[in-house]
């Protein structure tokens, strides 16, 4: 009998040691690299990168020259005829005939109205562009993180505050239970008070769904396992010290829409640089070895072979193509324009959101210690609301709105809490600077 009871000792503590390890604490900074290792957007971008950096070489720029090795076998069998000047005639039936030709070649171009170096310096621009749209895709989904991860603090916090609050409805039925046994509570009361229970655990009920469902957005997030079960970090603090100045000057710097939109503008001017070299000629070298054979069995010469060395330049000038340089070249001037217009354009509307979300992050901060003092007072309230409910000189209905206005001021500060944390994220995604 004894060693059942410790087998099955044993088994419930093995059953305790797996489901606390089942519920990990997932901190923010471990959601982010596993967000940042995961995720199937930054994997997509971080590969684009990679792509840009492999274009932007010299070599796709044109400025390296191009080697090229090449073989012709060319074989033929004819039925030939052959009628000389002197009158004479040759002919042969299936006559074979044999040309084979091989070498290497090589052609550069030296010159080509700097084409070729405006061409580097865009391909250089793009690797930037991917850069700027890889850590605008990072700040996007760090700031889902954020954002869903504050949230589950917040249902969590929920739920222990229904929690807190279930236990006091049950103590309150407890309570008045045994006055209505002892006939200084009416059956009513009881009845309230069942009710009120029931309302509570429902209320439970449908926060677990929401923590549920955010537990598995975030999961999605983190492209991880959907049902991987974990529990989050108590508490939201929010940095209080956030200036706005501070704040725009960092956006103008390294906000990534805006750095994309001087990246657009870079590469419309490198675009114009290479349509300007097309008023200049193009110079190319070449050169190359090669060697030919060839055999023939009805003709002159029977068998013929050559090899050696070739060389040359070429070169070309576009001396009228009508107009279509000047119309290419003003269609570029417009399109340096329009991208400057967007860099102003991005640049309003990022001040516009700045000022914007600073407005609501030092209204949210406000809320906050606004619903500080609203709990206190409420906390105050409701213990010397039971005092007197527990010696009757209140009723139970004036209890209860007392335990109503206790739990709706905590869930109020969470909420203000948790809101003002997401005005300190926005801040910081528009500002570039959210920490990853």
């Excluded at 895709?137 to 589950?152: A, E, G, H, M, Q």
Aim: hydrophobic share 40%; net charge neutral.
């Amino acid at each position: 009998m004894k060693t059942k009871n410790v087998l099955k000792s044993l088994v419930l503590f093995l059953f305790c040691i797996a489901r606390a390890n089942a519920q990990e604490v997932l901190s923010l900074e471990d959601a982010i690299k596993i967000a940042l290792e995961n995720n199937f957007e930054i994997k997509i971008s971080k590969n684009n990168l990679k792509i840009s950096e492999t274009n932007a070489t010299i070599g796709n720029a044109g400025m390296l020259p191009s080697a090229t090795a090449s073989v012709t076998d060319a074989n033929s069998i004819m039925n030939s005829s052959q009628t000389r000047q002197d009158g004479t005639t040759t002919s042969l039936d299936n006559a074979k005939n044999n040309s084979l030709n091989y070498g290497v070649n090589l052609n550069w171009t030296i010159f080509d109205g700097m084409k070729m170096f405006a061409k580097y310096d865009q391909l250089k621009e793009f690797q930037n562009m991917s850069d700027a749209q890889m850590k605008l895709t990072i700040i996007n989904k760090v700031s889902s993180v954020n954002s869903v991860y504050f949230d589950l603090i917040q249902e969590q916090q929920k739920l222990s505050d229904l929690d807190s609050t279930i236990v006091i409805s049950q103590k309150r039925l407890e309570f008045i239970k045994n006055r209505y046994t002892i006939g200084k509570n009416s059956k009513l009361d009881v009845l309230n008070a069942q009710v009120d229970l029931n309302t509570d655990l429902g209320n439970l009920v449908k926060e677990k769904q929401a923590y549920a469902n955010a537990k598995t957005l975030l999961n999605q997030i983190l492209a991880r396992d959907l049902k991987t079960d974990f529990k989050v970090t108590n508490g939201i603090h929010v940095d209080r010290k956030l200036q706005l100045d501070e704040l725009m000057t960092l956006a103008e710097k390294q906000n990534p829409e805006l750095v994309m939109q001087i990246i657009n503008n870079k590469i419309a001017e490198l675009d114009l640089k290479q349509i300007k070299g097309e008023r200049y000629p193009t110079v190319a070298l070449n050169t190359g070895y090669n060697f030919s054979d060839s055999k023939s069995s009805l003709g002159f010469t029977s068998k013929s072979s050559s090899h050696g060395l070739n060389y040359g330049f070429s070169a070309s000038l576009n001396l009228f193509d009508g107009n279509a340089q000047n119309r290419n070249e003003k269609i570029a001037k417009m399109q340096i324009d329009n991208s400057k217009l967007a860099i102003d354009q991005q640049l309003i509307q990022l001040r516009s959101n700045l000022t914007v979300a600073f407005q609501v992050y030092l209204t949210n901060l406000d809320l906050i210690d606004l619903e500080e003092n609203n709990t206190a007072i409420a906390k105050q309230n409701i213990e010397i609301t039971a005092e007197k409910f527990k010696i009757g000189t209140i009723t139970s209905v004036e209890f209860r709105a007392a335990q109503l206005n206790f739990i709706n001021s905590k869930i109020r500060l969470t909420s203000a809490q948790f809101q003002a944390k997401l005005s300190e994220i926005t801040l910081r995604e528009l500002a570039g600077n959210l920490n990853f």
